[in-house]
C-alpha cells in the first residue's frame, strides 16, 4: 500500500519510468520493487551520518559513473545536496559533489523529495566511454 505522502512519487515515476530501467533512490527502498526498477549501487541507501562509512560513498560514485542512471531521487531529509550544508561526519560530499556535476534538479515534491535528471553533456560523456552501460530511455518529460 502506498502512503498519501508518496503517491505523488509513484505516480510521477510511473509516468516517467518503465521496468527494467535503471534508477536511484538514495533513501527508503520503496520505488525499486513495485515499479520494477534496477539500482545501479550496491548500497540500499546513502545516510548523511556515520552509518555510510566514506569509503562506501566513493564505491557508490564509482559505480554510478559506470552505470549511469537518467533519474536520482534524492530524499529531503538527506539535506539540501549541497556540499557546503554539511560538516562532522556527514560522509555524502562526494555524492552530493557528483549529482551537482552531473545532473539537474528537475521536480521538487510535496513531500521535499527531489527528482534530479542526468545532464546531456555528462550523458554524452558516458556515451564515449566504452565502459559506461547505455544511459536508458530518453526522458519523455523534463517539465517540473
Not at 557546503?84 to 539537474?104: I, K, S, W
Request: proline share 8%; charged share 25%; with cysteine.
Amino acid at each position: 500500500m502506498v502512503t498519501h505522502e508518496y503517491a505523488e512519487e509513484f505516480s510521477w515515476l510511473s509516468q516517467h519510468t518503465q521496468p527494467g530501467d535503471w534508477f536511484l533512490q538514495t533513501a527508503w527502498l520503496n520505488s525499486y520493487f513495485p515499479l520494477r526498477l534496477r539500482s545501479p549501487i550496491f548500497l540500499d541507501s546513502l545516510r548523511p551520518r556515520e552509518e555510510t562509512r566514506p569509503e562506501y560513498v566513493d564505491l557508490a560514485v564509482r559505480q554510478l559513473a559506470r552505470q549511469p542512471v537518467e533519474l536520482i531521487l534524492w530524499s529531503a531529509w538527506q539535506a539540501e545536496p549541497d556540499p557546503a550544508c554539511c560538516t562532522g561526519e556527514d560522509h555524502l560530499d562526494a555524492f552530493r559533489t557528483y549529482l551537482l556535476r552531473h545532473y539537474t534538479r528537475i521536480h521538487v515534491f510535496s513531500n521535499g523529495d527531489e527528482i534530479w535528471q542526468l545532464s546531456v553533456s555528462a550523458a554524452r560523456k558516458s556515451d564515449r566511454d566504452p565502459g559506461a552501460q547505455p544511459v536508458g530511455r530518453s526522458h519523455r518529460d523534463s517539465s517540473p
